[in-house]
């Protein structure tokens, strides 16, 4: 009676731990190819007004990537991607001279759209979208 109750315990907890394997791969199925991308953890990019620090944005991303790409080989380069944004923000500031809250977002895609290429290889990127932009001071700054 005691082996009876074990395998039905051990079947019941096989059975519920299955569930959610399944159900996880049955989400990779439906996203497919839409599936391929890599978000980078938020990165302060500084704002500069008369060559002063005057305000940080932190900025998500989202790197999209091609069908044919390896995810999870570029994933390990994420760390790559965000050091790329960070030296490039500091060699030349992606400030928004109408808005100091903001970055310049066509220039930070564009630059950055390039960086990655330049690290994951050619045709390994789709497309860079700012997921957001969240600054540290919010108020309206007036530009310099």
């Known amino acids: 009676m005691k082996a009876i109750l074990k395998i039905s315990v051990a079947a019941a907890l096989l059975t519920s731990l299955s569930g959610p394997a399944m159900a996880a791969g049955a989400k990779k199925e439906e996203k497919g190819v839409d599936a391929q991308y890599v978000d980078l953890k938020t990165v302060a990019l500084p704002i500069l007004s008369k060559n002063s620090v005057v305000n940080h944005v932190f900025v998500s991303l989202r790197i999209n990537l091609t069908s044919a790409a390896n995810a999870g080989r570029i994933r390990e380069m994420e760390p790559l991607f965000r050091d790329a944004l960070v030296r490039s923000a500091h ?16 220039r930070l895609i564009a630059t950055i759209t390039r960086e990655a290429n ?27």
């Open 118 to 144: 330049a690290i994951a290889g050619p045709g390994q990127i789709r497309s860079v979208v700012i997921s957001s932009q969240v600054p540290r001071r919010r108020t309206p700054l007036t530009p310099a």
């Open 91 to 106: 060699r030349a500031p992606f400030t928004l001279a109408s808005d100091l809250t903001k970055v310049d977002a066509p």
